[in-house]
């Protein structure tokens, strides 16, 4: 059964989650905002004004493809820290009639780029700062295709709100100030980035407005030129940036760029058919190996937050990430295993047998994962097409590298390669995952698409490394299975395994009577600040009464728009 998402629906939720759910603590906040209902279309993005852009595209006649390319540029100019015209990511897209398609706008790694080039770098972590952390970005000419075949308006038209935004300038949103306060030592290598978020030295005030004019500018080229501006002055002002701070990426790495069409993974679910993502990201991978694990779960091992769940999936979850450093990378590679056999149902049978309710299994053990710079966001238009799309520059403000002449970080997605000693999201080292030119490094973003009956019926989406696969997996079964709306789907607390290091991190929301369940059972718990930022979308009622229900997570304090 799917949620109502109704102000009234909250009671019966926390009824039929009963007292052990109730012990679990579900946060104040994930119940009192019911999700916001449009009654054509929406769009729920991690930041107000992103979400804002792309509702005027809707408004404006665009379809859910313009209004998801204008809520991602507008992401970029007024979210630097999480995403941007110089990065990439992925678009699960279906229409209408249930058909999808997953164009997949990754970046790729620099033809010159070896790992021995990286190490000779300079700086504390060349892959991940500077010039050599620079993948060659996918998000420009991810744009234009998507644009050109499935999008209504014209580019001009969709790139406008971006270009009106960083003109008249941005506000600084309390997050953006804390992300620039983070990261001040590493923007403080670039002249430009310190001039822009680093005004007299210290970080930049939330509330304070900053114009980006240059940006604003470039936006206003790529839509008026499309990929003749990305294949020209583009790519040589990137070779240039990259390459005055110790980088290898060429104008022609840029030019040659090209987005790929891929085959969406799909898993049935109670009914519903889920479409997510493909190699080369393993989020797909976690979400459906997860759904797939809880069949034949008991009833009180699926009531949510309690410790049977948690340790369920929190079982399912090193299994699936143990595969993904074994076996996942770009389907390019040789050494790459598909998803197919992965989650060959004897396989996933074997595994189930092997789940012990009541102990965890051992795994091995790396370092702690972060999260930082990625977005992800939502659009459902009038006819019932949904886009889900993350895009990322990695790490906070990706390699902290401009283009100043454009105002456009560049990514450092080099550094989600596994470079010999394993990513520096925690991740285990693995040869499916190794560095070669022009190859797309493993990803965990997992933008997915629910249908029913064929038709689309919700989208979900995270950002925040690997804890993406992991936090849709929770907020997908939070709509699928636990009845609950996007708002309180996207808001209730969360937890997270990957498999390497052996830790089960629990949001603070989680009650102590839970975790020492889960101590119990040999989990080594660790309170964890919030993971991973999530959006999503579900559609209720038919004909005049259709609604489409909007969330932002509120662990970012975005928000939805929509007409
Ligand atoms: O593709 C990936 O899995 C990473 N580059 C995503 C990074 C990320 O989500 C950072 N956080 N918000």
Request: hydrophobic share 45%; charged share 20%.
């Amino acid at each position: 059964m799917g949620p109502k998402g109704t102000r009234g629906k909250s009671p019966r939720i926390l009824a039929a989650l009963g007292l052990a759910a109730l012990t679990a603590s579900l946060p104040a906040w994930a119940f009192f905002h019911p999700a916001q209902a449009f009654p054509r279309g929406a769009v729920a993005s991690d930041n107000a004004e992103a979400s804002a852009a792309g509702a005027s595209v809707l408004r404006a006649g665009g379809n859910a493809v313009d209004a998801a390319i204008a809520t991602a540029l507008a992401l970029g100019v007024a979210s630097p820290s999480s995403s941007g015209f110089g990065g990439g990511g992925f678009a699960t897209v279906c229409t209408r009639d249930g058909a999808c398609t997953f164009i997949d706008f990754r970046e790729t790694a620099p033809a010159a780029l070896t790992v021995a080039r990286i190490r000779a770098g300079s700086g504390p972590r060349p892959s991940g700062v500077g010039g050599l952390a620079v993948g060659v970005p996918g998000e420009p000419l991810g744009f234009t295709h998507l644009s050109r075949t499935r999008g209504r308006l014209p580019l001009s038209r969709v790139v406008a709100p971006a270009v009106a935004l960083a003109q008249r300038g941005i506000t600084v949103t309390p997050w953006l100030a804390a992300r620039a306060r983070d990261d001040a030592a590493n923007l403080s290598l670039d002249p430009f980035l310190s001039r822009v978020w680093l005004p007299g030295g210290r970080a930049v005030e939330a509330g304070v407005r900053v114009r980006r004019a240059a940006l604003g500018a470039t936006l206003a080229r790529y839509g008026r030129e499309g990929e003749g501006f990305v294949r020209g002055a583009f790519a040589r002002a990137v070779a240039a940036a990259a390459s005055a701070r110790g980088g290898v990426i060429t104008a022609e790495d840029v030019a040659g760029y090209r987005p790929v069409e891929r085959e969406p993974l799909r898993g049935a679910f109670r009914g519903y058919t889920v479409v997510t993502a493909p190699y080369p990201s393993a989020g797909g991978l976690v979400v459906l190996q997860t759904l797939a694990m809880l069949e034949g779960a008991s009833a009180p091992e699926l009531l949510p937050g309690s410790a049977a769940y948690l340790h369920r999936l929190a079982e399912s979850w090193r299994g699936s990430f143990d595969d993904r450093a074994r076996y996942v990378g770009d389907p390019a590679n040789p050494a790459v295993v598909p998803a197919s056999s992965l989650l060959a149902p004897e396989r996933m049978a074997r595994r189930r047998a092997r789940f012990d309710p009541s102990r965890a299994q051992p795994v091995t053990i790396d370092d702690p994962a972060r999260d930082r710079g990625t977005t992800h966001l939502c659009v459902m238009d009038a006819e019932g097409t949904v886009v889900s799309l993350t895009t990322t520059v990695n790490d906070l403000f990706g390699a902290r590298l401009a283009v100043p002449s454009m105002d456009v970080l560049l990514n450092d997605e080099v550094d989600d390669f596994s470079l010999g000693e394993g990513t520096s999201y925690g991740l285990a080292a693995s040869p499916a995952n190794a560095l070669a030119p022009g190859r797309r490094p493993a990803s965990s973003m997992a933008p997915t698409v629910i249908l029913r009956d064929g038709r689309p019926v919700g989208c979900v989406g995270g950002a925040g490394g690997p804890r993406i696969a992991t936090a849709t997996t929770q907020v997908l079964l939070n709509l699928l299975l636990h009845g609950m709306d996007p708002e309180a789907a996207v808001s209730a607390p969360r937890a997270h395994h990957q498999g390497a290091p052996d830790e089960l991190r629990v949001e603070a929301e989680v009650a102590e009577d839970v975790r020492a369940s889960l101590r119990a059972r040999g989990h080594a718990v660790v309170a964890s600040p919030p993971l991973a930022v999530t959006q999503a979308l579900w559609v209720v009622g038919e004909g005049a009464a259709r609604r489409v229900l909007a969330a932002s997570d509120p662990r970012k304090h975005g928000a939805p728009a929509g007409h």
